[in-house]
T-cell receptor, first 112, second 114 residues
Framework: GNSVTQMEGPVTLSEEAFLTINCTYT??????LFWYVQYPGEGLQLLLK???ADDKGSNKGFEATYRKETTSFHLEKGSVQVSDSAVYFC???????????WGLGTSLAVNP | SAVISQKPSRDICQRGTSLTIQCQVD?????MFWYRQQPGQSLTLIAT?????????ESGFVIDKFPISRPNLTFSTLTVSNMSPEDSSIYLC???????????FGPGTRLTVT
């Protein structure tokens, strides 16, 4: 079946550090891939997406590339800020039922 | 994008009672979803509520416990019935754009059952 495996947290970084949050998936067919972010006390927001292989999604300095050969969609940012502290969720949409499959979430804390 | 509001934002309820959560969307959408999220954890889909059809429940969730109404394309309700402390959670309403597949979420309803 379809599944998402996401790097466990919490991740703690200093401001301006490089961020990678790993996400790998198992899916039939050609899924669409997403990163969602949940800031403290706020609702879930779509951060970026990619709908086909080799697509790169980007937003707010974050990037993720849809790698079909490695079934991965790792989230990266070159220089994190304190305001990036949040929980990040990787998700995929695939199959006939078109149900979003979620990773467990990775908590990121950025210290000044 | 869609803007979603939920009422109430939070509530504390007694065991054995029921709570109805309302979800209002600022545009007409076909696909609507109800999720549950324990603090610090991932999302669990309760049911899909498409207008014009009965809600489809996920494994472990039943209509008697979580009845859903979807009277039109901008509104839905989820009722949590005969509550127990295990129902304490954040309940989220969500809609999906069928063209972009992007999914948007309400701010959530934080429910505590005592």
């Amino acid at each position: 079946g379809n599944s998402v495996t996401q790097m466990e947290g919490p991740v703690t970084l200093s401001e301006e550090a490089f961020l990678t949050i790993n996400c790998t998936y198992t899916a039939t067919g050609y899924p669409s891939l997403f990163w969602y972010v949940q800031y403290p006390g706020e609702g879930l927001q779509l951060l970026l997406k990619a709908t086909k292989a080799d697509d790169k999604g980007s937003n707010k300095g974050f990037e993720a590339t849809y790698r079909k050969e490695t079934t991965s969609f790792h989230l990266e940012k070159g220089s994190v800020q304190v305001s990036d502290s949040a929980v990040y969720f990787c998700a995929l949409l695939a199959g006939n039922n078109r149900k979003l499959i979620w990773g467990l979430g990775t908590s990121l804390a950025v210290n000044p | 994008s869609a803007v979603i509001s939920q009422k109430p934002s939070r509530d504390i309820c007694q065991r054995g009672t029921s709570l109805t959560i309302q979800c209002q969307v600022d545009s007409q959408v076909t696909m609507m979803f109800w999720y549950r999220q324990q603090p610090g954890q991932s999302l669990t889909l309760i049911a899909t509520a498409n207008q014009g059809s009965e809600a489809t429940y996920e494994s472990g969730f039943v209509i008697d416990k979580f009845p859903i109404s979807r009277p039109n394309l901008t509104f839905s309700t989820l009722t949590v019935s005969n509550m127990s402390p295990e129902d304490s959670s954040i309940y989220l309403c969500s809609v999906r754009d069928p063209r972009s597949y992007e999914q948007y979420f309400g701010p959530g309803t934080r429910l505590t059952v005592t």
